[in-house]
Nanobody, 122 residues
Framework: QVQLVESGGGLVQAGDSLRLSCAAS????????MTWFRQAPGKEREFVTA????????YYADSVKGRFTISRDNAKNTVYLQMNSLKPEDTAVYYC???????????????WGQGTQVTVSS
């Protein structure tokens, strides 16, 4: 089992930056693909970004490309999401997720954090 705990959400203004963290328990972190999803009110959970197990390759949704950066520190069992130039449409609950395969589909993921709220005011 892997437990994931997100932190770092908050209320910011458009154009500001936030850094989310997701700390994982267990000894298998480096064997897992790590991904961030988000879910806005009334909308489906959507893929944001993913990292391969070493962090050597990353993937982004078009809506966040160039603004968000995923990174991971396997020694600390932590994955990060640096969010710059935030927009009101980035407002959502952000979830980190882990799986043994890489996918943009939420159904693929075995382990989820509880989510952290990000609110961007205009």
């Amino acid at each position: 089992q892997v437990q994931l705990v997100e932190s770092g959400g908050g209320l910011v203004q458009a154009g500001d930056s936030l850094r989310l963290s997701c700390a994982a328990s267990g000894r298998t972190f480096s064997s897992l693909y790590m991904t961030w999803f988000r879910q806005a009110p009334g909308k489906e959970r959507e893929f944001v970004t993913a990292s391969t197990r070493t962090g050597g390759t990353t993937y982004y949704a078009d809506s966040v490309k160039g603004r968000f950066t995923i990174s991971r520190d396997n020694a600390k069992n932590t994955v990060y999401l640096q969010m710059n130039s935030l927009k009101p449409e980035d407002t959502a609950v952000y979830y980190c997720a882990a799986a043994r395969t890489l996918s943009r589909s939420a159904g693929t993921y075995d382990f989820w954090g509880q989510g952290t709220q990000v609110t961007v005011s205009s």
